[in-house]
C-alpha cells in the first residue's frame, strides 16, 4: 500500500447520443457519476 492520496479519473462519452439537447447530456452525466460514486469510495478490509 502507499500513504500517497490516489486519483481515480473516471471519463465517458455524456454528449454520446445527445445531439448537443442540455437534458440528454445532464442524463448522461447522471449516469457516469451513478457509476463512479462507489469507486471513489474508500475499500475497507472485512
Known amino acids: 500500500m502507499t500513504d500517497k492520496p490516489m486519483l481515480i479519473l473516471i471519463a465517458g462519452p455524456y454528449r454520446s447520443?445527445?445531439?448537443?439537447?442540455?437534458?440528454?447530456?445532464?442524463?448522461?452525466?447522471?449516469?457516469?457519476?451513478?457509476?463512479?460514486w462507489p469507486v471513489s469510495q474508500p475499500i475497507t478490509s472485512p
Not at 18 to 36: F, I, K, Y
Open 17 to 36: 447520443g445527445a445531439d448537443d439537447d442540455p437534458e440528454a447530456m445532464a442524463a448522461n452525466l447522471a449516469r457516469l457519476e451513478a457509476a463512479a
